[in-house]
């Protein structure tokens, strides 16, 4: 059975696609694993459409939830469409809806080749972008994406974008192999362009 929807300390997740146009050093597809320490098996035989998420999302009591994160063994943005008619259909029938958050590295308007982020006001209410790196070097090496420093301009101006129209937008990083300065470097980019920055705990293989 697809696993769709799954629950990780009180939140509730969403797998709605295995692609993704990253290969990151760090993530544990990458490194042959079919699911992590949030679901055992996140590998789809086939995306889910619309509907059949829907269902699986209505199975639940979706109140019950501190919040709603579409991430996906994979880029979740890549559904974007179907994410915000997703929120739609959940808020017209859901009267307390958790808030809803989508982890995403950045590449949204890249990947679609249209800006999405005006699109997500009203929709989204926290958004976390996966940094990996101060400068385009360490991104395009920690991240392997494959625009290469396209795609770090790309995520910085979604990021600015993205900041104006979501509630709170959050860069974060890894802390494998980062020095206190790298740290601070990350941070303070993550502030001039209106994100905060959350550091992440590297899970070994």
């Not at 509907?51 to 579409?70: C, N, Q």
């Not at 982890?103 to 999405?116: E, M, P």
């Not at 790309?154 to 709170?168: E, G, I, N, Y």
């Amino acid at each position: 059975m697809e696993t769709i929807t799954y629950e990780y300390e009180g939140a509730l997740y969403v797998n709605l696609t295995n692609r993704c146009d990253c290969a990151c050093v760090f993530c544990l597809r990458c490194n042959g694993h079919k699911g992590s320490i949030y679901a055992d098996d996140l590998w789809l035989e086939h995306e889910p459409g619309r509907e059949e998420a829907l269902a699986d999302f209505l199975r639940r009591d979706l109140a019950s939830y501190r919040e709603i994160v579409f991430c996906g063994f994979g880029e979740p943005m890549y559904r974007t469409d179907d994410i915000l008619w997703l929120v739609d259909e959940l808020k017209e029938r859901v009267s307390a809806l958790p808030p809803v958050r989508i982890n995403t590295n950045g590449h949204a308007n890249l990947i679609l080749g249209r800006d999405v982020t005006g699109d997500l006001a009203g929709r989204i209410d926290v958004l976390s972008i996966s940094l990996n790196g101060s400068t385009p070097g360490e991104y395009v090496a920690v991240t392997r994406p494959r625009d290469g420093a396209a795609a770090w301009d790309a995520m910085l101006d979604f990021t600015r974008r993205a900041a104006k129209t979501v509630p709170t937008v959050m860069m974060t990083i890894v802390n494998k192999d980062k020095t206190p300065d790298e740290i601070d470097a990350c941070r303070t980019l993550a502030e001039r362009l209106g994100a905060r920055l959350r550091v992440r705990e590297y899970i070994p293989d």
